[in-house]
């Protein structure tokens, strides 16, 4: 069974930046393609990037394009998100979880715990 791990939330200032991980215990995420999602305040969870098992393809979200970028190693059994030039609207508990593609990014497995990212005004 699967655990993901989040972590590297934390408060930052508008237009600041955080480096965000997600780390597996119990599986190899290697072979599978990789998703960002966020849930803010009162809202729905809602996709925010996609990378594929080879990191040759990614996707995002338009809120978020040209500001964060996804990236894995999967040496290391980690996926990243880096969130550059933060919005107060960037407010949520971010997760990650595997997803069928790039391209249809339904969520597979169960969701972990996720970590708080709050930007300040």
């Known amino acids: 069974q699967v655990q993901l791990v989040e972590s590297g939330g934390g408060l930052v200032q508008a237009g600041g930046s955080l480096r965000l991980s997600c780390a597996a215990s119990g599986r190899t995420l290697s072979s599978y393609n990789m998703g960002w999602f966020r849930r803010a305040p009162g809202k729905e969870r809602e996709f925010v990037a996609a990378?594929?098992?080879?990191?040759?393809?990614?996707s995002y979200a338009d809120s978020v394009k040209d500001r964060f970028t996804i990236s894995r190693d999967n040496a290391k059994n980690t996926v990243y998100l880096q969130m550059n030039s933060l919005k107060p609207e960037d407010t949520a508990v971010y997760y990650c979880?595997?997803?069928?593609?790039?391209?249809?990014?339904?969520?597979?497995?169960?969701w972990g715990q996720g970590t708080q990212v709050t930007v300040s005004s």
């Open positions: 990378i594929n098992w080879s990191a040759g393809s990614t």
């Open positions: 979880n595997r997803i069928l593609s790039t391209e249809r990014t339904t969520a597979v497995w169960n």
